[in-house]
């Protein structure tokens, strides 16, 4: 084990690191930062949700207030996208989505996340030290976890069309001609939408990735970037005064970019995943 180095990261490494490899408990060596990271976020969300609907009062408190009007403008604006029919069912998946993401994206902004960990010592408690393994690390900087939350959006976003068209319906939506065209016209525009409900089936197979990689890589590149600007005065040769001086006021505006890129990418992806649900089953609002 390499030592405990206790100030900043350059960057946050490609892989998550096991927390304990060699705990006496099982699979400890799947146990990484990200996990643990996660698991606090999850936690926190449970206790800020419970506390904010525990004790539901006419006149809101401050908690409950944030939670209600957070929840009310989520649905609104979801409703607006994939109809009443469909909010009713995928609106407990997209908020919780949202909320999950955002709180994980900003978790890596605190202070410690990312920066304390292993790595080589430079000696002396102020040292700045590059940090190769960390305690915590950011779990939307994590593929497993983007990946994961992708693959789930996209099995969701399959049964939900396919109840609400059926698996015909689904493929007619790929591959059949659109605007209601029959008779001649149809027929010889048929080899057309062929070859479009190909582009678009190759379109939804890259899906997966395409939320996955969008949501890690902004959140990734973002903790790297901060790592850079924390320890831009070592790499220029300010001496320990000059480098702690440094560290706190360079990375001011990429923390406050940063803090906005985490909420635009939470609601991005619950923005993308619920377009995709609006766009297969969209044509059957007319019949509910």
């Known amino acids: 084990m390499m030592p405990f180095s206790h100030i900043l990261a350059a960057s946050v490494p490609l892989n998550a690191e096991p927390v304990w490899a060699d705990a006496p408990v099982p699979f400890a060596e799947y146990i990484t930062n990200s996990i643990v990271t996660t698991f606090i976020v999850i936690l926190f969300v449970l206790w800020f949700a419970r506390g904010a609907t525990r004790h539901m009062q006419m006149v809101p408190g401050q908690r409950q207030n944030l939670f209600e009007a957070l929840i009310e403008g989520l649905y609104v604006m979801l409703e607006g ?10 609106f407990g998946f997209f908020a919780s989505v949202f909320i999950f993401l955002i709180f994980s994206n900003w978790f890596g902004l605190i202070p410690g996340v990312g920066s304390i960990g292993w790595g080589p010592s430079t000696g002396g408690f102020m040292s700045v030290s590059v940090v190769e393994e960390p305690l915590l690390r950011p779990g939307s900087a994590d593929l497993n976890l983007t990946l994961g939350l992708a693959a789930v959006s996209m099995v969701l976003w ?3 069309s ?5 698996f015909v319906g689904l493929i007619q939506h790929i591959f059949a001609p659109k605007g209601g065209m029959t008779g001649v016209l149809g027929a010889v525009l048929v080899p057309v939408f062929l070859v479009v409900g190909l582009f678009e089936l190759i379109s939804i197979s890259t899906r997966l990735l395409s939320l996955s990689l969008r949501l890690f890589g902004n959140i990734y590149a973002g903790e790297n970037i901060l790592g850079m600007m924390i320890t831009i005065g070592r790499e220029f040769g300010l001496g320990p005064v000059g480098s702690a001086i440094a560290s706190v006021i360079i990375p001011i505006p990429f ?3 940063e803090f ?4 635009l990418q ?3 992806f619950m923005l993308l995943c619920a377009v995709y649900v609006q766009l297969t089953t969209t044509h059957e609002e007319g019949s509910h």
């Open 266 to 268: 939470a609601f991005v």
């Open 162 to 166: 396919v109840r609400e068209v059926g």
């Open 81 to 90: 996208i994939v109809g009443k029919h469909m909010i009713k069912k995928t």
């Open 158 to 160: 399959f049964i939900w």
């Open 255 to 257: 923390y406050v970019l």
């Open 260 to 263: 906005g890129v985490g909420a």
